[in-house]
Protein backbone atom coordinates (compact mmCIF):
# COMPACT_ATOMS: atom_id res chain seq x y z
CA UNK A 1 0.00 0.00 0.00
CA UNK A 2 1.12 3.53 0.28
CA UNK A 3 3.50 4.48 2.48
CA UNK A 4 2.41 7.83 2.78
CA UNK A 5 -1.84 6.57 3.46
CA UNK A 6 -2.31 8.57 6.68
CA UNK A 7 -3.40 5.09 8.42
CA UNK A 8 0.07 3.22 7.82
CA UNK A 9 1.62 5.43 11.24
CA UNK A 10 -1.06 4.31 13.60
CA UNK A 11 -1.19 1.31 12.09
CA UNK A 12 2.53 0.35 12.96
CA UNK A 13 2.36 1.58 16.38
CA UNK A 14 -0.53 -0.84 17.57
CA UNK A 15 1.36 -3.81 15.62
CA UNK A 16 4.59 -2.78 17.64
CA UNK A 17 2.96 -3.22 20.45
CA UNK A 18 1.23 -6.37 19.89
CA UNK A 19 3.25 -9.64 21.60
CA UNK A 20 3.17 -12.65 19.83
CA UNK A 21 1.61 -15.79 21.39
CA UNK A 22 3.51 -18.51 21.10
CA UNK A 23 2.61 -21.97 19.52
CA UNK A 24 3.46 -24.96 20.64
CA UNK A 25 2.19 -26.89 17.32
CA UNK A 26 -0.89 -29.37 17.24
CA UNK A 27 0.31 -31.48 20.12
CA UNK A 28 -2.15 -34.16 20.04
CA UNK A 29 -1.31 -34.50 16.34
CA UNK A 30 2.32 -34.97 17.00
CA UNK A 31 1.51 -36.95 19.72
CA UNK A 32 -0.85 -39.73 17.69
CA UNK A 33 1.74 -39.20 14.32
CA UNK A 34 4.96 -40.25 16.77
CA UNK A 35 2.75 -43.58 18.14
CA UNK A 36 1.97 -44.00 14.72
CA UNK A 37 5.69 -43.92 13.70
CA UNK A 38 6.25 -45.96 16.50
CA UNK A 39 3.81 -48.83 15.26
CA UNK A 40 5.06 -49.03 12.15
CA UNK A 41 8.80 -49.23 12.88
CA UNK A 42 8.01 -52.41 15.07
CA UNK A 43 5.53 -53.57 12.42
CA UNK A 44 8.21 -53.35 9.66
CA UNK A 45 11.02 -55.06 11.73
CA UNK A 46 8.28 -58.20 11.92
CA UNK A 47 9.28 -60.87 9.31
CA UNK A 48 6.70 -61.09 6.40
CA UNK A 49 6.33 -57.25 6.52
CA UNK A 50 7.88 -57.14 2.94
CA UNK A 51 5.62 -60.04 2.09
CA UNK A 52 2.90 -58.62 3.77
CA UNK A 53 3.12 -55.10 1.66
CA UNK A 54 3.58 -56.92 -1.84
CA UNK A 55 0.53 -59.10 -1.21
CA UNK A 56 -1.70 -56.04 -0.39
CA UNK A 57 -0.83 -53.52 -3.56
CA UNK A 58 -0.65 -56.39 -5.60
CA UNK A 59 -3.89 -57.79 -4.65
CA UNK A 60 -5.77 -53.98 -4.52
CA UNK A 61 -4.24 -53.71 -8.45
CA UNK A 62 -5.79 -56.89 -9.20
CA UNK A 63 -9.31 -55.90 -7.39
CA UNK A 64 -8.79 -52.30 -9.17
CA UNK A 65 -7.98 -54.40 -12.68
CA UNK A 66 -10.93 -56.22 -12.04
CA UNK A 67 -13.19 -53.38 -11.44
CA UNK A 68 -12.12 -51.45 -14.25
CA UNK A 69 -12.58 -54.33 -16.49
CA UNK A 70 -15.91 -55.24 -14.85
CA UNK A 71 -17.10 -51.73 -15.44
CA UNK A 72 -16.07 -51.52 -19.24
CA UNK A 73 -17.19 -55.03 -19.85
CA UNK A 74 -19.87 -56.54 -17.80
CA UNK A 75 -21.79 -53.68 -16.78
CA UNK A 76 -25.36 -54.15 -18.37
CA UNK A 77 -24.55 -57.82 -19.40
CA UNK A 78 -26.28 -60.32 -17.09
CA UNK A 79 -25.42 -63.30 -15.22
CA UNK A 80 -26.16 -65.76 -17.81
CA UNK A 81 -23.83 -63.51 -20.90
CA UNK A 82 -21.12 -63.28 -18.63
CA UNK A 83 -20.98 -67.04 -17.78
CA UNK A 84 -21.47 -68.02 -21.29
CA UNK A 85 -18.35 -69.32 -23.07
CA UNK A 86 -18.67 -66.90 -26.19
CA UNK A 87 -18.72 -64.16 -23.41
CA UNK A 88 -14.59 -64.77 -23.90
CA UNK A 89 -15.21 -63.81 -28.37
CA UNK A 90 -17.33 -60.78 -27.00
CA UNK A 91 -14.77 -59.88 -25.07
CA UNK A 92 -12.67 -60.12 -27.92
CA UNK A 93 -14.89 -58.41 -29.93
CA UNK A 94 -15.63 -55.03 -27.31
CA UNK A 95 -11.78 -54.90 -26.95
CA UNK A 96 -12.19 -53.51 -30.67
CA UNK A 97 -15.07 -50.93 -29.96
CA UNK A 98 -13.85 -49.66 -26.78
CA UNK A 99 -14.38 -45.72 -26.36
CA UNK A 100 -11.82 -43.51 -25.81
CA UNK A 101 -12.82 -42.76 -22.45
CA UNK A 102 -12.42 -46.40 -22.21
CA UNK A 103 -9.10 -47.43 -23.28
CA UNK A 104 -8.07 -43.89 -21.48
CA UNK A 105 -9.06 -46.05 -18.01
CA UNK A 106 -7.27 -49.08 -18.84
CA UNK A 107 -4.47 -46.99 -19.77
CA UNK A 108 -4.50 -45.63 -16.90
CA UNK A 109 -4.80 -48.80 -14.77
CA UNK A 110 -1.57 -50.23 -16.84
CA UNK A 111 0.23 -47.68 -15.53
CA UNK A 112 -0.78 -47.35 -11.64
CA UNK A 113 -0.11 -51.40 -12.47
CA UNK A 114 3.34 -50.35 -13.72
CA UNK A 115 3.91 -48.41 -10.66
CA UNK A 116 3.08 -51.47 -8.41
CA UNK A 117 4.98 -53.94 -10.50
CA UNK A 118 8.63 -51.56 -9.98
CA UNK A 119 7.48 -51.68 -5.89
CA UNK A 120 7.44 -54.89 -5.68
CA UNK A 121 10.65 -55.42 -8.02
CA UNK A 122 12.18 -52.21 -5.70
CA UNK A 123 11.21 -54.01 -2.02
CA UNK A 124 14.22 -56.02 -1.86
CA UNK A 125 16.61 -53.39 -2.37
CA UNK A 126 14.84 -50.58 -0.84
CA UNK A 127 11.83 -49.69 1.18
CA UNK A 128 12.45 -46.34 0.02
CA UNK A 129 12.32 -46.66 -3.58
CA UNK A 130 9.28 -49.43 -3.37
CA UNK A 131 6.80 -47.27 -0.92
CA UNK A 132 7.83 -44.45 -3.80
CA UNK A 133 6.46 -46.73 -6.38
CA UNK A 134 3.37 -47.48 -4.67
CA UNK A 135 3.28 -43.96 -4.04
CA UNK A 136 3.29 -42.97 -7.71
CA UNK A 137 0.93 -45.60 -8.22
CA UNK A 138 -1.90 -44.35 -5.81
CA UNK A 139 -1.23 -40.90 -7.07
CA UNK A 140 -1.83 -42.44 -10.59
CA UNK A 141 -4.80 -44.01 -9.19
CA UNK A 142 -5.98 -40.85 -7.70
CA UNK A 143 -5.59 -38.31 -10.24
CA UNK A 144 -6.33 -40.56 -13.70
CA UNK A 145 -8.52 -43.72 -12.89
CA UNK A 146 -10.82 -42.06 -10.17
CA UNK A 147 -11.55 -40.09 -13.11
CA UNK A 148 -12.90 -42.58 -15.38
CA UNK A 149 -14.63 -44.01 -11.97
CA UNK A 150 -16.00 -40.78 -11.04
CA UNK A 151 -17.82 -40.73 -14.55
CA UNK A 152 -19.05 -44.02 -14.41
CA UNK A 153 -19.81 -45.17 -10.58
CA UNK A 154 -19.84 -41.68 -8.55
CA UNK A 155 -20.66 -43.24 -5.29
CA UNK A 156 -18.17 -46.60 -5.32
CA UNK A 157 -15.16 -44.08 -6.81
CA UNK A 158 -16.04 -41.98 -3.88
CA UNK A 159 -15.10 -44.70 -1.35
CA UNK A 160 -12.33 -45.59 -3.39
CA UNK A 161 -11.24 -42.49 -3.23
CA UNK A 162 -11.47 -41.82 0.33
CA UNK A 163 -9.30 -45.72 0.67
CA UNK A 164 -6.75 -44.29 -1.79
CA UNK A 165 -6.28 -41.30 0.10
CA UNK A 166 -5.95 -43.22 3.68
CA UNK A 167 -2.93 -45.53 1.77
CA UNK A 168 -1.49 -42.30 0.54
CA UNK A 169 -1.23 -40.60 3.58
CA UNK A 170 0.17 -44.11 4.90
CA UNK A 171 2.73 -44.99 2.60
CA UNK A 172 3.89 -41.28 2.85
CA UNK A 173 4.23 -41.76 6.45
CA UNK A 174 5.99 -45.08 5.83
CA UNK A 175 8.50 -43.51 3.55
CA UNK A 176 8.80 -40.46 6.13
CA UNK A 177 10.11 -42.89 8.99
CA UNK A 178 11.89 -45.45 5.86
CA UNK A 179 13.79 -42.13 5.06
CA UNK A 180 14.76 -41.45 8.75
CA UNK A 181 15.91 -45.18 9.90
CA UNK A 182 18.47 -44.43 6.15
CA UNK A 183 19.43 -41.64 7.58
CA UNK A 184 20.54 -43.17 10.76
CA UNK A 185 21.79 -46.23 9.68
CA UNK A 186 23.87 -44.03 6.76
Given at each position: ???????????????????????????????????????????????????????????????????????????GLGWR??????????????????????????????????????????????????????????????????????????????????????????????????????????
Amino acid sequence: SDPHHPLVEPLRRILSRVEPIPWGGPRAWGRARGRLQDAYRQLASTPGFDAAVIAFFVGQLILKLAYGAMLIFVVGLGWRQVLDLRFVGWVAERMVDLSPLEVAQLAASGLAGWFVLMGVIRIGGSRVAAFRMFERAIVTSILLVQVFSFYSEQFAALVELVFNLTILALVRAAIAVEEAREAEAG
